[in-house]
């Protein structure tokens, strides 16, 4: 994959594939992904995040989400080995300032789920976080990864093509899904 890596949450995936009432933000949403698909960049969807767009998804909300997880452009982050290993220095890093809380005022499970899914995204190298989540993007900011809203999708320049580390890709539960062929169109059928 040449172009960059950008996470995206469950308010997202409600937007851009369930959103039936505020036309104006899906196709936002769906512009932006025409972008990312245009750059040859991957979209890294967290599992945790699917979990909560599945909660209230109904059978056309089922359709769009298997659908769109079978695209090339697309990764579904596992919460696995180095997901836990992110999320380890995460939970360090704000225990060292002594607030485990890390100054977020919420209840301690939905600190632990935003983690988990910050951390998913510093394991798959995300250079971007798009998210309408206070509390997400504020810990996606801390752990060094650029954040943008929903609201702000078409003004955003895109982040610019990055050389990777030298190191092997991660390969998550399903192996390696970073070279992938061939690219398809975005749009959802």
Known sequence: MNGTSVLVDANF??????????????????????????????????????????VQAKVPDLIAINAIIEKPW?????????SAVELHLLDCAARSLGDKRDGVDAPWQKIKVDRQ??????????????????????????????TCSLEELDSLPMPAERRRPARAPHTGSRGCRSVREPYESAELT
């Open 117 to 146: 899914i910050i951390a998913i995204g510093r394991a798959h190298q995300c250079d971007l976080v798009v998210s309408n989540d206070r509390s997400v993007m504020a810990g996606a900011t801390r752990a060094g990864i650029s």
């Open 74 to 82: 697309v990764i579904v982050g596992a919460f696995d080995y180095m």
């Open 13 to 54: 995936l409600i937007a851009w594939l369930g959103n039936r009432k505020n036309l104006d933000l899906k196709q936002r949403a769906q512009r932006f992904v025409n972008r990312l698909v245009a750059m040859r960049s991957s979209i890294v969807i967290p599992a945790p995040a699917v979990a909560e767009y599945l």
